[in-house]
Nanobody
Framework: VQLQASGGGLVQAGGSLRLSCAAS????????MGWFRQAPGNEREFVAA????????YYADSVKGRFTISRDNAKNTVYLQMNSLKPEDTAVYYC????????????????WGQGIQVTVSS
C-alpha cells in the first residue's frame, strides 16, 4: 500500500492541526494504521494506532486526551486530529500501515508515508 500524508505546518502552542494520510494500491481495510513522529536527535516514537475497522484505538501517554486518530475506509484515509499542541509535539510525523491489523512498534509496520513537518511555536 502506498501512503501520502498531508496537513503539517506551523502552529502556535495551544493550536490545532489535522494530518491526513491517503492510501492507495491495496485494500485499505486490510490494514491497521498508525502515526509516529521523530524529533531531531530522537528515535521514531509511536503516537497513535487504529485497527482496520476503526473500532480500536490506542495512544501514547504523551498525546492521550489531545490527539484523536480516525479513519474513513470509504475514502481510504486515516486522520490525526491534534489539539492543544505543545512545543514538544514538534517533529516529523509519519503515517504507516500494518498488514497485521494492529500494532504500536515501528517494526510491525511495513508501509510508510513520507514524513511531514509539524512545528509548534511557544
Amino acid at each position: 500500500v502506498q501512503l501520502q500524508a498531508s496537513g503539517g505546518g506551523l502552529v502556535q502552542a495551544g493550536g490545532s492541526l489535522r494530518l491526513s494520510c491517503a492510501a492507495s494500491g491495496r485494500t485499505f481495510t486490510r490494514y491497521g494504521m498508525g502515526w509516529f513522529r521523530q524529533a531531531p536527535g530522537n528515535e521514531r516514537e509511536f503516537v497513535a494506532a487504529i485497527s482496520w475497522s476503526g473500532g480500536r484505538t490506542y495512544y501514547a501517554d504523551s498525546v492521550k486526551g489531545r490527539f484523536t486518530i480516525s479513519r474513513d475506509n470509504a475514502k481510504n484515509t486515516v486522520y490525526l486530529q491534534m489539539n492543544s499542541l505543545k512545543p514538544e509535539d514538534t517533529a516529523v510525523y509519519y503515517c504507516a500501515a500494518t498488514s497485521r491489523g494492529w500494532g504500536q512498534d515501528p517494526v510491525d509496520f511495513g508501509s510508510w508515508g513520507q514524513g511531514i513537518q509539524v512545528t509548534v511555536s511557544s
